[in-house]
Structure formats: C-alpha cells, structure tokens
C-alpha cells in the first residue's frame, strides 16, 4: 500500500519525479490541470491508504523575484473561493531542511486557480490580492480533500513561468485531461498566430529547465519522505 499520494497537473511532472520517488511508497496521479480529478485522486489515494497527500509540480510565477527553477514549498493554499488550506508543518519542517541545502526556495503562499494565468498583468493582479507567490490549478483540490479526510497535506511547486512571462494561448491547446500532452494541438492553435511562436518556444525552453529543477527537488527530499 503507498502511502504517500502524489498529485500533479501533467504526466511529465510525474515523470520527473519517478527517478527519485520510487520503491513502492508513492501513488502518482496527473490532474491535467482540473481541481476536482485533483480532489478525486487525493480521496482514491485515501481510501488505498495514502497517510501524506502532495501536490507537486510545476507552477506559474506571481512574485517578481522569482525565476524560472525556483521552488515553493507553500505554507497554504488559497482556493479561488478565498478558503486558506494550511500545510502540515511538521511534514513543512521535515521537507524545508535539506531544501535549504542547495535549492533556492521560498515558503509563503500558493494560489490555487480553476482556469490558466496567462497575462501578466493577471499575474500581477492576483500577487496583489492574494499576496501568494505562485499559482497553479490542483493544489486546491488537493488541499480540500485532505481537509476533508483530516490528513496532512504539503504543496512543493516549481515556478516555470515567471511572473514576468506571458503563457501564449497555444501552449493551452496540448493538455489533455489525463495529463498528456497532445503536439498536433499546439501547431494547429499556433497556425494561425505564427508571431507568437518565439514566445512558445521560450516558454518550452523554460518549462524543460523547470522540469530539470523538479527532478532535482524531489531528489533532494526523497530521503526525508522514505524515511
């Protein structure tokens, strides 16, 4: 039985992460971005036996200051209907040591979102109302379904694009819902957009470097996680 519950929003999240979180003890499941198959996988997990329920994976920039790689290891989750979902602290305590090692982190607040940030000035507005740092689209219903079965919840989040960066609507049209990534997609949506193809490609660029990052986070943690 693993009993840790792993959720992420795509399915090469999870495989950055299965180099160093193996041997049986983790559940993996990619949301595709939705919070309620989020919530669902986190009660499934639950029910298999899962004692730590983890949002991980990438995240969109809110604060500034942080850039491309960066972590968020998040002391809550703000859901979209302003509902703050604590972190565990003692499982907060436990990941933070060996982050503060080597990786360039940051422990405040994550939004949780039920549609993409794309614009800046998005960005720039929801860092101004919520104060949180970064945002993403399943950790709240992560956080809501452990609030619901009283188990610890943590979030550990990579920035991929920057608060500064603009997402072009392309990149949207490859998620599947299973987590996937569909290229064909992409080029149809871009097809008629060509200028923004410069702005794709960075934001490619950025999201493997984000990945790379990723991989080395949860290799740094793992052992606090097994042990």
Known sequence: ?????????????IAALEGAWSGGVFAFFAAGGSAERAAEAARRMARDGAKLLMSVGVAGGLDP???CGDAVLASQVIAPDGRAYPADEAWRK?????LSKGARWNDSAL??????????????????????VAVDMESHGVARAAAELKLPFVALRVIADPAGRAVPQAALAGMKPDGSLDPVAVLLR????????PSLLR??????????????VALAVGGVLVG
Do not use: C, F, Y
């Not at 436990?94 to 060996?98: E, I, V």
């Not at 939004?111 to 949180?132: E, F, N, Q, T, Y």
């Not at 871009?190 to 193809?197: C, G």
């Not at 934001?203 to 080395?216: K, P, T």
């Open 65 to 67: 200051s942080l850039a």
């Open 190 to 197: 871009l097809a008629p957009r060509p200028w923004t193809l």
């Open 94 to 98: 436990r990941l933070a040591a060996p």
């Open 1 to 13: 039985m693993p009993r840790i519950g792993v959720i992420s929003g795509l399915k090469s999240e």
């Open 203 to 216: 934001l490619a660029v950025e999201n493997r470097q984000a990945h790379r990052a990723l991989s080395r």
């Open 111 to 132: 939004l949780g979102s039920d549609r993409p940030i794309l614009g800046v000035a998005d960005k720039a507005w929801l860092r101004r109302k919520s104060r949180a």
